[in-house]
Nanobody, 127 residues
C-alpha cells in the first residue's frame, strides 16, 4: 500500500504559479503510476495528468490536452514525491487538487483506475 499527502496549495493570482507536492509512503513508490486530479465545487473530478513508467524504466508524462501547455508533472523517486507545476494560473483552475497512485505502468485517465488517494489540497486563483 501507499499513503499520499499533498501540499503546496493556497491562494494565487491569475497568471501566477504554484507547485504542488505529493509525498508518498512505501518502499515501492517507483513502481506506482501517479496521477493528478482536480475537483471544482459542483463539478466532477477531472483528470489533470499522470506520470507512468515503462519497461525500459523510463517515466513518461501525459496530460489532459487543454492543460498540457501550463501544467507539468515530475517525480523524484529518491524523495518519494511527485510534483505538479502549474503556471499561468487562471481563476478556472480553482479546485481541490488530488494526487493518486496505481500500481501499474499504464495510462490511466479516470479516477476509478486509481487505488490510492491523498486528502487533497485547495488551490484558489483570484482574478
Amino acid at each position: 500500500q501507499v499513503q499520499l499527502v499533498e501540499s503546496g496549495g493556497g491562494l494565487a493570482q491569475a497568471g501566477g504559479s504554484l507547485r504542488l507536492s505529493c509525498a508518498a509512503s512505501g518502499r515501492t513508490f517507483s513502481s506506482y503510476g501517479m496521477g493528478w486530479f482536480r475537483q471544482a465545487p459542483g463539478k466532477e473530478r477531472e483528470f489533470v495528468g499522470g506520470i507512468r513508467w515503462s519497461d525500459d524504466r523510463t517515466y513518461y508524462t501525459y496530460y489532459t490536452d487543454s492543460l498540457k501547455p501550463r501544467f507539468t508533472i515530475s517525480r523524484d523517486n529518491a524523495k518519494n514525491t511527485v510534483y505538479l507545476q502549474m503556471n499561468s494560473l487562471k481563476p478556472e483552475d480553482t479546485a481541490v487538487y488530488y494526487c493518486a497512485a496505481v500500481r501499474s505502468g499504464g495510462h490511466y485517465y479516470t479516477a476509478a483506475d486509481y487505488a490510492y488517494w491523498g486528502q487533497g489540497t485547495q488551490v484558489t486563483v483570484s482574478s
